[in-house]
């Protein structure tokens, strides 16, 4: 359906009257490409030019504050990047976040996505106030949720009543909690929202038939509100999947790295930024590219072959 | 139409943007006062020349209220703006190196942390100091703040303030754990004391470059060094696992599997140490100087008292860890000349004082101690002087960064440190880094 409405208004551009009347369709590729030329050119420039400079760059031993020991290494970059139990360690941190985080923020998102499609009263305040996570900056909740699991200027060990010298941020699982929880403070509106628009999609009359055939809350929910929200949860479990892969600020902000919790995207940043080891950090930053390409390609497989079911249903 | 229409607009745009800037530089180079950007670490008023107490009352501030002298002082031959770094010495270096690797030219003159200092002049970005001001600007100054400020036998940056950790404690606590701090004390000694006490011991222990800083003072303490030859970069010779390295991860693992430990110790940095020393259960604290001017120590200064740095082994000096902060001019600066005045005024006897009084950092300059007014606001300032000529500065090396970070790596958290296993590792950690076979 998305795609029918995207394409109309390019037939209907205002370009296309101006060509002599009976366009040939060459004409009009002609024309479709001078409109989206520039706009091409540009995100070639921006996305296409960053990554080959990576790839470039990602085959030197290359430290900008040394920069008289450049030197050409070739593809080693990558050996010493894929043969370090540090990498691997850190693609395991972000698989186990995105995991984790995903399937609870599935589950409370569509609990949330039920509550405003459903409520009658002060809909849009309470859209509103659900949303207001998402708005804030992931630093700034990154923060907030540090400060308040700290054992001097945190409040959790009191609520909780825990013993006060309780630091959630000396051991990896610690904070690996923490961290999963202000992501999933933080984005589960993002999901919700997104979940909304495919609740707001699925047939009344459908669900309306399936209770007057008796069908159960769970069948009905199981049986047709989700497999017609089917578009929705892609979107939603993509998006938030590939964002969740490439965490960086809330453990940059709650551990520094520390105890293990570093995601591929802080190696990047430790070699990149810190470090200014060109080579290595480039190295690993086409890795964590094409590790997110994996990501999205799997998760687009996974879903098509639920969509191939569901059709011969 | 409407397209070349916008695109006449678009391009006299631009011609007038060209040529607001064109006039721009103009308008500087011919004659007026040059501005030269300064980028200072986070002091006691960091970006206001004066610091206003609860009763309105104006003192003069940290860098900033140099800045602001120096440039009146030079009659109109430069006009210095201080900007802020960020808050802690390995993000200052991050933002510098990001910005001098662009050969950003908004940079004039920066405050360097003399551990980063060999790593800059290795990369280009510091001007050199013609030879005859070198020595000018290099008089009178402690050895240990031009050691630090020395690379390839050159001054490659002007120290302005130099800096050394001393033990801080509560006298009550020593007195209850009839401990004699009249004589020089052991880590060992004041862990136990804590320890029986029910007080904390607070270190800088966080991931971070501050953590190095103990590390290295413990290393050196029991009579080693982390690196053997600095200049050879990154095939210096690593010499962690070494007796003395043992002895350093004794200390660490005692206090981070230690009751005494303060409850973040594997998260506090300089300012977390503080407060937790400053509460009810602090004990003892090993600090920058500035802690006597912190307001949180304020409560309780009866009872704060100092010596010197902890020794790692019985018997063995103690060697506290240097640090300060040297005044670095940019090699991509428009104006490195006036740079060069203008760092020979921040750092001048007068400067240094003034600084000094507002701070609490003690100066590069040694003339300064002597000051009857310098004696009477620090009364501690001979075990600063005694301390800082007993300093052992972190290796010069321009990899030091890099050092830093694997070692801090590999001995984090604390209580994670093995004696028997830790030097050994992080030794061969740091040499894998340093040859690009392993990351961080």
Redesign the interface.
């Known amino acids: 359906m998305a795609s029918t409405t995207t394409l109309e208004p390019t037939k209907a551009a205002p370009g296309g009257r101006r060509t002599k009347t009976r366009t040939p369709e060459s004409a009009e590729n002609r024309l479709g490409w001078k409109l989206a030329g520039p706009a091409v050119a540009v995100m070639l420039l921006v996305t296409a030019w960053p990554m080959l400079r990576a790839l470039y760059l990602s085959l030197f031993?290359y430290r900008?504050?040394?920069?008289d020991?450049r030197e050409l290494?070739g593809i080693s970059?990558y050996g010493?990047?894929l043969s370090?139990s540090?990498?691997w360690r850190a693609v395991g941190v972000a698989v186990f976040i995105m995991v984790v985080t995903v399937a609870v923020e599935l589950v409370i998102g569509f609990g949330f996505a039920m509550v405003m499609n459903n409520i009658l009263v002060a809909r849009g305040l309470v859209r509103a106030s659900i949303l207001v996570p998402y708005g804030i900056i992931t630093v700034v909740s990154a923060y907030a949720w540090l400060y308040a699991f700290?054992?001097?200027t945190g409040f959790v060990n009191q609520w909780l009543h825990l013993d006060?010298?309780?630091?959630l941020?000396?051991?990896f699982w610690g904070s690996i909690f923490v961290i999963c929880l202000a992501e999933i403070w933080k984005t589960t509106p993002f999901v919700s929202l997104l979940l909304l628009a495919g609740l707001s999609q699925v047939p009344n009359d459908a669900i309306e038939a399936a209770t007057v055939d008796g069908a159960t809350w769970r069948q009905r929910l199981t049986k047709v509100i989700l497999p017609s929200m089917r578009a929705a949860i892609m979107v939603a479990v993509l998006f938030r999947a590939l964002d969740a892969y490439r965490i960086f600020d809330s453990p940059f902000i709650m551990?520094?790295?520390?105890?293990g919790t570093a995601p591929p995207s802080g190696?990047v940043y430790?070699?990149m930024?810190?470090?200014?080891?060109l080579?290595?950090g480039s190295a690993?930053s086409v890795l964590l590219f094409l590790s997110v390409l994996i990501i999205a390609f799997g998760l687009m497989k996974l879903f098509r072959v639920d969509l191939s079911q569901v059709r011969g249903d | 139409m409407g397209i070349r229409a916008r695109r006449r607009v678009a391009a006299v745009a631009a011609i007038a943007g060209a040529a607001a800037g064109l006039a721009a530089c103009g308008g500087e180079s011919s004659g007026s006062t040059p501005t030269l950007n300064w980028y200072i670490n986070p002091d006691v008023s960091n970006l206001e020349a004066y610091v206003t107490d609860a009763d309105g009352n104006q003192a003069p501030g940290g860098q900033a209220y140099l800045a602001l002298k120096c440039s009146e002082e030079s009659n109109g031959a430069y006009d210095i703006k201080v900007r802020l770094l960020p808050n802690d010495a390995s993000q200052q270096r991050e933002q510098l190196v990001r910005r001098l690797a662009a050969e950003d030219d908004s940079i004039d003159l920066m405050s360097l942390d003399p551990a980063f200092t060999a790593e800059f002049a290795n990369a280009g970005f510091l001007e050199p100091i013609p030879e005859e001001e070198q020595a000018q600007l290099s008089e009178g100054m402690l050895d240990g703040a031009i050691e630090a400020a020395t690379y390839d036998d050159n001054l490659i940056a002007v120290p302005l303030w130099s800096n050394t950790q001393i033990l801080w404690f509560k006298k009550s606590v020593a007195e209850k754990a009839g401990l004699d701090m009249t004589k020089p004390v052991t880590w060992d000694q004041i862990i136990d004391a804590a320890e029986q006490t029910n007080t904390t011991v607070s270190v800088q222990a966080k991931r971070y470059e501050g953590y190095s800083v103990w590390i290295n003072a413990l290393i050196s303490g029991a009579g080693g060094q982390i690196l053997e030859d600095p200049e050879a970069g990154k095939d210096a010779e690593i010499t962690v696992d070494t007796p003395e390295g043992k002895a350093a991860a004794e200390v660490v693992s005692k206090l981070g599997n230690s009751p005494a430990a303060p409850p973040a110790l594997s998260n506090a940095d300089e300012g977390g140490t503080v407060a937790s020393f400053s509460a009810a259960d602090g004990g003892f604290l090993v600090n920058w100087t500035y802690v006597y001017s912190d307001p949180n120590v304020a409560p309780f200064k009866d009872d704060l008292g100092w010596v010197r740095y902890p020794a790692t082994t019985e018997g063995d000096e103690s060697r506290p860890p240097y640090g300060g902060i040297n005044i670095g001019v940019s090699s991509y600066g428009k104006h490195t000349d006036a740079a060069y005045e203008a760092a020979a005024c921040l750092t001048s006897a007068e400067s240094q004082k003034t600084y000094a009084q507002a701070s609490g950092n003690q100066p590069a300059r040694s003339a300064v101690y002597d000051d009857p007014e310098m004696k009477k606001a620090f009364p501690m300032a001979a075990l600063w002087r005694e301390s800082i000529d007993a300093a052992a500065p972190r290796p010069l090396t321009p990899y030091w960064s890099d050092i830093s970070t694997a070692l801090y790596s590999s001995w984090h958290p604390p209580s994670s440190v093995d004696p028997d296993t830790t030097p050994a590792e992080s030794q061969q950690y740091i040499e894998d880094v340093l040859q690009g076979k392993a990351l961080l």
């Open positions: 031993s900008l504050t040394d920069p020991n290494v970059n010493v990047v370090d540090l990498w700290q054992p001097t006060p010298g309780t630091n941020f000396d051991d551990t520094g790295f520390a105890n190696l430790n070699a930024i810190q470090r200014v080891e080579g290595l690993m």
